[in-house]
């Protein structure tokens, strides 16, 4: 089933037509998704109003130069990141990080999107401005997480699976309206537990339903099953498994009628297992990654906005510069939570004295990506801090 061949093409019907005694919802001069399989007719997009605004976004995103910043950690995750500095994890400290983030002069010049958690979606800045008009004036699309987290998959082996479909349509709608242009929903999958077909399945159509509601309501769907890096496996499994995923991903977008032109992914990079004893160089690393990519991602897609799923911040920056030492099909950038914030979280560590020096560490590693998604980034000069790893086994987000 995986393997059923996807085509793009343009076509432009009536409104009122059907299509092999099915009814259909047309997407006037949008592209259309065809799917060739037995028992399927020719299937189209829907998502009409905002065809032409969600690949203008996407391509907005995916600019040269400029990537992702994810600070949509859950509080329970910002909770987590607040305690490493010995913050309690209230919601003025919160509003007090993330309006740091956010007001770094210049942020723009490297960052395209940040995604949001629901809380800094709707919140101002200590100074009361609206943290998304923040983000509008720096030439940053605001972006937010909109997946209810992973919960335990019945019947699987130990696996997860990612809520968050119900009433996601009308929250999405709501985004929209606060400001939202881009969303995220990250499932994962897990290698040391199979991963079992089920639950690629179930990661897959998950995926894919949020991905055709997003583009309903005009935000652009970014598309993350991250594939954790738990486990002692080497590069090649990590290979095997990531084709696997990505072509059942793309198998159930085509399915629900997505418009490839408007999501962007989020993939892991294809890396040995964390406990495996053989390391990669960041060229092996590009060199899987790059070929998983050409064998699983249409051409149509105008982004692929890697995570650092627990890299080091030099690390993940040196991957990605690997990764674009040639031309690529796909805008080939960064969209880090860890990798971005970490030294930065650390200088500041909650002293408002320290709000300039901690934003100046987020611009040295929004530079450093910027840099390497032009594959121009050298490494030279980088702290022993944004070497340290940050591997956590069974990470949640
Ligand atoms: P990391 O870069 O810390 O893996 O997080 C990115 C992210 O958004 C995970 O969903």
Known sequence: MASASLLKTAVILDKSEWVKGQSIRVAPAASVAVRSHPAASLTVRAAASYADELV???????????????????????????????????????QAYRTLLITAPGLGNYISG??????????????????????????????????????????SNDESWCQGLDGLASRSAAYYQQGARFAK????????????????????????????????????????????LDGEH???????????????????????????????????????????????????????????????????????????????????????????????????????????????LKTWGGRPENVKVAQDALLVRAKANSLAQLGKYTGEGESEESKQGMYVKNYSY
């Open 56 to 94: 203008k976004t996407a391509k907005i995103i995916a600019s040269p130069g400029r990537g992702i910043l994810a600070m949509d950690e859950s509080n329970a995750t910002c909770g987590k990141r607040l305690a490493s500095i010995g913050l309690e994890n209230t919601e003025a400290n919160r």
């Open 114 to 155: 940040a995604i949001l958690f629901e809380e800094t979606l709707y919140q101002s800045t200590t100074e009361g401005e609206k943290m998304v008009d923040v983000l509008i004036r720096q030439n940053i699309v605001p972006g937010i997480k909109v997946d209810k987290g992973l919960v335990p998959l019945a019947g």
């Open 185 to 228: 929903w990250r499932t994962v999958v897990s290698i040391p537990n199979g991963p079992s077909a089920l639950a690629v399945k179930e990661a897959s159509w998950g995926l894919a339903r949020y991905a055709a509601i997003s583009q309903d309501n005009g935000l652009v769907p970014i598309v993350e099953p991250e594939i954790l």
């Open 234 to 344: 080497g590069i090649e499994r990590t290979f095997e498994v990531a084709q696997k995923v990505w072509a059942e991903v793309f198998f159930y977008l085509a399915e629900n009628n997505v418009t490839f032109e408007g999501i962007l992914l989020k993939p892991s990079m294809v890396t040995p297992g964390a406990e495996c004893k053989d390391k990669a160089t960041p060229d092996q690393v590009a060199d899987y990654t790059l070929r998983l990519l050409r064998l699983r991602i249409p051409p149509a897609v105008p982004g692929i906005m890697f995570l650092s799923g627990g890299q080091s911040e030099v690390e993940a920056t040196l991957n990605l510069n690997a990764m674009n030492q040639a031309p690529n099909p796909w805008h080939v950038s960064f969209s880090y939570a860890r990798a971005l914030q970490n030294t930065c």
